[in-house]
């Protein structure tokens, strides 16, 4: 059974809308991020989370929020979307975030669409 | 700041044949992590072996190992009798241990082809 779940799997999304990307993990993990990867570029830290708090953000544009309900929840609100944000997001998750790095687990992506 | 540099784009191989992959990393830091990922066809990211810097032997897991070149700022990927099933993007990534934040930052992956 996979231990970080995301959804949906595939989202199409029309220009200027608004979606929600899920991620759930049950590894017991304390952090948790997104990475997006699209084909233009590798794969992108957008945000880690420690204990439901931001510790670090490499997005520059405030239309990505990441939301934090649950310890093991870490969901994705992206608001006014563009075609440019096409891309697939991953979820991933580590025991920690401290110095001797913990290993990331990745969930298997939510592939977005915006048209 | 940080940097990982895959220059191999694609490589193919034959069957039970041994590869050997690069990867260039750039860093401030005294102490960072070296890790290698791996993306399936499905698209799955999986996590094979990782390397710390403190530490002077090259990491091996099952038919993964590492070629651990710290002068050289480089760690090499090697698989050992490949199969079919390894055919993939493999990712260097790596993290900083005091600079450079949380991030685990990749490389742009060199894609495994092997054959029968």
């Known amino acids: 059974d996979p231990k970080i779940i995301q959804k949906p799997k595939y989202l199409v999304a029309v220009t200027g809308s608004e979606k929600i990307l899920i991620c759930e993990q049950y590894l017991g993990h304390n952090a948790m991020y997104w990475y997006r990867q699209s084909a233009k570029k590798p794969l992108e830290f957008m945000f880690s989370?420690?204990?439901?708090?931001?510790?670090d953000n490499q997005t520059a544009s405030s239309r990505f929020q990441p939301q934090s309900s649950k310890k093991n929840h870490l969901d994705l609100q992206i608001t006014a979307l563009k075609p440019d944000d096409s891309a697939t997001y991953f979820c991933?998750?580590?025991?920690?975030?401290?110095?001797?790095?913990?290993?990331?687990?990745f969930g298997s992506g939510t592939r977005l669409t915006v048209l | 700041a940080q940097k990982v540099t895959q220059t191999q784009t694609s490589i193919s191989v034959v069957e039970k044949t041994t590869v050997t992959m690069d990867c260039v990393y750039e860093?401030?830091?005294?102490?960072?992590?070296l890790f290698w990922y791996k993306q399936t066809a499905s698209g799955e990211i999986v996590f094979l072996i990782r390397?710390?810097?403190?530490?002077?032997e090259n990491a091996t897991v099952g038919h993964y190992s590492l070629n651990f070149q710290k002068p050289k700022s480089s760690i090499g990927l090697i698989i050992t009798a490949t199969q079919i099933e390894d055919s993939a993007v493999y990712f260097c990534a790596m993290r900083e241990a005091y600079q450079g934040g949380r991030a685990l930052i990749f490389g742009t992956g060199t894609t495994v082809s092997v054959s029968p």
């Open positions: 390397q710390d810097s403190y530490k002077k």
């Open positions: 991933a998750s580590s025991q920690g975030t401290g110095i001797f790095a913990e290993t990331l687990y």
């Open positions: 989370y420690s204990y439901q708090k931001l510790m």
């Open positions: 860093t401030r830091d005294s102490s960072y992590f």
